[in-house]
């Protein structure tokens, strides 16, 4: 049997996450025109609500067929799904099938980036893949900025639906270069799939992940509805649990977590997760309603987060040889506490240019912090466990920031209430959480007076959200002080 072409492989694979990545950050560019042809500006945020959702509740099944069945086949299929989903997406009659067609796209690009990053600990020694994480780690920044770039071409001179068929030869070529050129170990012990335990990990992640991704916007957090979808959700977990005690090939291997490595990695990962979503989604906010600044200056603001991530993943892969899993870890964690501090020094003094600095201070924590995760990870599991562990850390970031944005949301939404109510009095409309809408808009139709108290009120709620965010990275440090040092790290290559 031929050897696997790495250098194919590897680009095949950085081509999928690159397809996967993207998918955010272009869809978000061209939903105005979107809603224009389609209509259901009341459904705006299911567009992206299914998307996540169906991403999120398959990554870990799709981690634990992957040991299973290879990793090959896996990645083939969540591609195909991916791509049928793309191809319909643009066929999309109305808001309503836009929103189905993304549920499919959902359900395939649960596979793509921890079946990537899998392949990868399986193609790599310990050493390489310290430096090869810096390479995947890079394809997040680049998309963060070729995204808008190539939403806003295809909506000026094609047509909206070019932003999802042009996945369609990335993902066929991506598919092709794995296919063809990877080789795997043969199988030769017949495994059992866990299929009890995978519909009971759906039901509790489905109505958990809509509360989360909904609460407080078409679900109130006190209705019959919020009540009933967490009992279901806790109900589930709960049955979950006590399945996976006894299954005889359990979908989550509760063993691995008293790994060091393991829970370390996962833990980071979420708060990680909590962290990145949360000032991707709150800073530009506070950049262009309280300190009054263009939406070109919010947005720059936050790329620079994408600069510092992959230059650091490059840096920590190369130290991580050097001076051991803790030691980068910690690094990470100063960092990211550094970053944090500064937006509420941003938050003092009122200059933009900190936001720039203070998410470039961030990035490149988030980069250090990433690539000591998976690669202290992936070198603590043998083969047969390293999807199911990979994919249980994808999932970790991403649960991390859906949770993290949903506290953080509702913690600014409760302050925003409070503080507009005590405003009251000298506004001339009737004060809610959609008055922030007028200020983001320009104010064109406010006083100056009703401009300070939205903007003060404003700068009040996102103050706890600055903190709370300090808090995680407080956190991401002392969890980072438990990770192993590099040389307790066991390399099971391909037992």
Not at 221 to 229: D, E, I, K, N, Q
Request: glycine share 10%; with cysteine; proline share 3%.
């Amino acid at each position: 049997m031929k050897e696997t072409n790495r250098p194919v492989v590897l680009a095949a694979i950085l081509l999928a996450m690159f397809m996967a990545a993207v998918e955010a950050t272009i869809v978000a560019t061209v939903m105005p025109r979107i809603v224009g042809d389609l209509g259901g500006f009341a459904l705006f945020s299911w567009v992206f609500s299914s998307y996540l959702l169906m991403q999120v509740v398959t990554i870990p099944i799709y981690g634990k067929l992957a040991d299973i069945y290879g990793r090959k086949l896996v990645f083939t299929i969540g591609v195909t799904i991916f791509l049928i989903g793309s191809l319909l997406c643009g066929f999309a009659s109305g808001m309503e099938w836009l929103i189905v067609f993304r549920f499919i796209q959902g359900l395939g690009a649960g596979a793509v980036q921890p079946m990537a990053t899998t392949i990868v600990g399986d193609m790599y020694t310990k050493e390489e893949r310290a430096q090869i994480q810096g390479y995947l780690s890079s394809v997040w920044g680049i998309s963060a900025v070729a995204g808008p770039f190539l939403g806003s071409l295809f909506v000026e001179y094609i047509h909206w639906a070019w932003v999802f068929w042009v996945n369609i030869p990335l993902g066929v070529i991506a598919v092709l270069g794995v296919v063809l050129f990877l080789k795997e170990p043969a199988r030769e012990e017949s495994r059992h799939v866990d299929y009890s335990g995978s519909v009971l990990l759906l039901v509790g992640m489905v109505p958990f992940m809509v509360i989360l991704v909904q609460g407080g916007q078409t679900l109130l957090w006190t209705s019959l509805w919020t009540w009933a979808l967490l009992g279901l959700s806790i109900s589930a977990f709960f049955a979950f649990v006590q399945h996976e005690r006894n299954a005889r090939e359990p979908l989550v291997t509760f063993s691995l977590w008293k790994k060091k490595a393991v829970w370390t990695a996962n833990v980071g990962a979420l708060t990680t997760g909590a962290i990145t979503l949360a000032v991707s989604s709150f800073l530009p906010t506070y950049v262009q309603g309280v300190l009054n600044q263009t939406a070109l200056i919010a947005g720059l603001s936050l790329t620079t987060m994408s600069i510092g991530w992959p230059i650091s993943a490059v840096v920590a892969g190369k130290m991580l040889l050097k001076t051991g899993f803790k030691k980068t870890a910690i690094i990470g964690g100063v960092s990211l506490t550094i970053g944090t501090m500064l937006y509420l020094l941003m938050y003092i003094t009122g200059l933009p240019w900190l936001a720039a600095l203070a998410s470039l201070v961030t990035g490149i924590g988030m980069g250090f912090t990433s690539t000591t995760y998976i690669v202290s990870l992936q070198s603590e599991v043998s083969w047969k466990m390293r999807g199911e562990a990979t994919a249980m850390n994808m999932f970790s970031r991403q649960l991390g920031g859906a949770v993290g944005v949903a506290f953080l949301g509702g913690l600014l939404n409760s302050q925003l209430s409070r503080q507009l109510s005590e405003d009251a009095e000298e506004l001339s409309f009737v004060p809610s959480l959609e008055s922030v809408n007028r200020l983001l808009e320009g104010g064109a139709e406010l006083t100056g007076r009703e401009q300070q108290l939205l903007s003060e009120s404003l700068s009040q709620g996102l103050l706890v959200v600055f903190i709370a965010i300090l808090a995680l990275a407080l956190i991401t440090l002392i969890v980072n002080a438990c990770v192993p040092k590099g040389e307790d790290a066991t390399t099971r290559e391909r037992q």
